[in-house]
């Protein structure tokens, strides 16, 4: 079945840790999304990439950081410089141009 | 700057009733419009879209939405709930991006069922 895999499903880091977050599709999507979910405040998005080897950032980038190596792969690391980590974050694909989004099931990140 | 706004941060409803999910959305033109349903500790799943033509779209599981340019709104209908409705729910807007589209996300409407 094609689809978007996120993993770990659960994460925990200690301050001053950089963690990252891996995201695969096998939905021969080009573009592929990085969002952040914390309570009532919907999804804000991180980064996101429309082509290989090509990424921008979202409207709340600081602290995050991304690469595009491959079509199936976008992994994104949260760094030490990100000052309140602790959030859900899911990972998306779509065909170019179309706006409509495919999720993973997401990855929650708890920092102790 | 588009946004898009859901009004009702809750609702309940009994099983069986009818239920409305508002969104009002700010986009200065014709915009693509989603609802997504999210179980808890799950990913978004699309219940239904519209990008341009009948103004009254069906999605799955039963929901249907209608766009009403004059109103700014999208909001999502089911005649008859069921227990397995219960979830948050995120209406969006995409807004144009690079050659892409970004979506703009309501902050969600949590559904509760009664028995």
């Known amino acids: 079945d094609g689809g978007i895999t996120q993993s770990p499903k659960y994460l925990f880091r200690k301050e001053g840790q950089n963690v990252t977050l891996s995201c695969e599709q096998n939905?021969?999507?080009?573009?592929m999304y990085w969002y952040r979910q914390d309570p009532g405040q919907g999804l804000r998005l991180i980064y996101y990439?429309?082509?290989?080897?090509?990424?921008q950032k979202g409207d709340i980038a600081e602290g995050y950081s991304v690469s595009r190596e491959k079509k199936e792969s976008f992994p994104l690391t949260v760094t030490s410089a990100q000052k309140n980590p602790t959030a859900f974050y899911l990972c998306?694909?779509?065909?170019?141009?179309?706006?409509?989004?495919?999720f993973g099931e997401g990855s929650r990140l708890t920092v102790l | 700057a588009q946004s898009v706004t859901q009004p009702d941060i809750h609702i309940t409803v009994s099983e069986g009733a009818s239920l409305e999910l508002r969104c009002n959305y700010s986009?200065?033109?014709?915009?693509?419009l989603f609802w997504y349903v999210q179980s808890p500790g799950q990913g978004l799943q699309l219940l239904l879209k519209?990008?341009?033509?009948?103004?009254l779209v069906q999605g799955i599981k039963g929901f249907e939405a209608e766009f009403k340019r004059s109103q700014s709104s999208f909001n999502l209908r089911k005649p008859s709930v069921h227990w397995s409705d219960a979830a948050e729910y995120f209406c969006?807007?995409?807004?144009?991006?690079?050659?892409?589209?970004?979506?703009?996300f309501g902050s969600g409407t949590r559904l509760l069922v009664r028995p």
């Open positions: 998306a694909s779509s065909v170019q141009g179309t706006g409509e989004l495919f």
């Open positions: 990439s429309q082509i290989v080897n090509d990424f």
């Open positions: 969006a807007v995409g807004a144009p991006m690079d050659s892409s589209y970004k979506l703009i």
């Open positions: 939905l021969n999507h080009d573009a």
């Open positions: 986009y200065g033109a014709t915009p693509y």
């Open positions: 519209y990008f341009s033509g009948d103004t």
